[in-house]
């Protein structure tokens, strides 16, 4: 994706995940506009047990290399909807996401309204820069503004204490070090770089939209 600042620290990234803020990936929700570099990463996340979630053609990629993914249809209950403009925009995507593990009145919550712990997301957003580049039509870029994908960004930034988000296919190497390194477990360190990283590509990414619209 061109729309985010290539991270040049992933050697940094790489260390001990022993202690309390060691978090173990038992669950990744992925949706993303590009599939290509996914396939190692995802290799490597079943090799190490984690369960995918996804949608729409994720899901099917996902399942054409030979691995199970559940559909984030039945865990919110509804379909795609308008056009797939409505997806991963539920209370049973985002619970998961942004509930606070460390919280009892949050657990008691997702447990009550049967909300599955993410501990993981990926997302590759549609590629705005590259359909205004293209010179396509008004009607086809504002189709081209996730809404979605940009959504989950921020949440899972957001709870980087729990969550690591992965923003951008730049950042899938960075994982796959660590998951060689140290297994299915991130530390605080590696997720709050994580969320730096999903940041700068959230901003990267409204910025351009809001220089279309000045246009």
């Known amino acids: ?24 990936i038992k669950t990744a929700l992925i949706s993303v506009f590009h599939k290509d570099g996914l ?18 053609g994720t899901q099917a990629f ?15 209950s509804y379909p795609s909807i308008l056009g797939g403009r409505v997806k991963t925009l539920h209370p049973k995507i985002f619970g998961g996401i942004l509930g ?24 590759d957003l ?15 870029i504002i189709e081209k503004i996730d809404i979605g994908g940009i959504s989950l960004i921020r949440a899972g930034a957001k709870n980087f204490n729990d969550v690591v988000i992965i ?7 960075p994982l796959l ?18 969320a730096t990283e999903a940041f700068g590509v959230s901003s990267h990414y409204d910025t351009a939209i809001n220089a279309w619209f000045k246009k």
């Open 1 to 24: 994706m061109n729309t985010t600042s290539q991270s040049h620290s992933a050697p940094s990234l790489i260390g001990r995940a022993g202690g309390e803020s060691a978090i173990r």
């Open 39 to 56: 396939e190692e990463l995802l290799k490597k996340l079943h090799q190490e047990g984690v369960k995918f979630l996804s949608t729409g």
């Open 62 to 76: 996902i399942e054409s290399l030979g691995y199970p993914c559940q559909k984030v249809e039945e865990v919110t």
């Open 100 to 123: 606070r593990r460390e919280l009892e009145g949050d657990r008691q919550q997702m447990a009550m309204y049967e909300i599955p712990a993410i501990d993981l997301v990926i997302v």
């Open 126 to 140: 549609y590629p705005f820069e590259q359909t205004v580049a293209s010179g396509a039509a008004e009607a086809d």
């Open 167 to 173: 923003p951008s296919k730049e950042q899938y190497k």
């Open 177 to 194: 070090d660590i998951l060689n390194a140290q297994g299915a477990q991130t530390t605080l360190a590696q997720r709050r770089q994580f």
